[in-house]
DNA sequence: TAACAACATTGCAATAATACGATTAATCAT
DNA sequence: ATGATTAATCGTATTATTGCAATGTTGTTA
């Protein structure tokens, strides 16, 4: 149905669920990694940068800024977006507990 | 369009959204923190033990199985799935190397 | 104030993802 | 062989996501 149904999860795998979906599309990812690259906000020049339309990238930096992994300073007429790092470093926190899984040896089969 | 334009981006990009992508869905997290958990191949239980419909899970499976983060062995009737763990290493090389992304102290502002 | 610049929003078309009933395929038990 | 068990696949309804043209909003500049 298109419909994840949330309710029968735990709130920890809901949370890693939302942070990698924002990851999930290639977009995201180049936004991110461009905005650690300059290590400092950047404004509209994302659009030229990645090569979506102005209101695509608008809005891969709206589901960012909604999961706080990004702020936006406005700047006069443009927009000055960065990475939070507390929410970033909080994210990985709960990112790595999840990738960092304790793999032991002794399995029974495969 | 619902379709992302993934040729405009790396291989590492698009290989980090893949990755992301299949554990941006709460039931699959679930699947891969149960297979982690018992350490051992388990079948049909996931079915019981997460709430959604055998086919749902199969569909889930086959996601994990396609990025080959888990493997299925066939044991009679049943089969029996666990975590690849090369390859699982393999992942989480690729997506530390992304979270890790160094946050220098002196950005311009925010 | 009027024109402009930079983003955000809206609306829409196209595709993807989620969930499950029904069915099929394979194996086991008798 | 027959029936039961397990899981994969098919078909389909529903919702989500992606992308962009058009438009709106806000602040700047002449």
Redesign the pocket.
């Known amino acids: 149905?298109?419909?994840?149904?949330t309710e029968i999860f735990s709130n920890k795998q809901n949370q890693i669920a939302s942070y990698s979906?924002v990851f999930?599309?290639p977009?995201r990812v180049a936004i991110l990694e461009y905005l650690f690259d300059k290590n400092a906000c950047i404004?509209?020049d994302l659009?030229d940068e990645i090569g979506?339309?102005?209101?695509?990238?608008?809005?891969?930096?709206?589901?960012l800024k909604q999961l706080g992994l990004i702020k936006?300073n406005?700047e006069?007429?443009?927009?000055?977006y960065c990475i939070d790092k507390e929410k970033w470093t909080e994210m990985k926190q709960v990112m790595l507990a999840f990738l960092d899984q304790d793999i032991v040896a002794d399995s029974k089969c495969c």
């Open positions: 149905m298109g419909l994840a149904k979906k999930g599309h977009a404004c509209g659009v979506l339309a102005q209101p695509t990238i608008s809005q891969h930096l709206r589901e936006g406005v006069g007429t443009s927009v000055c």
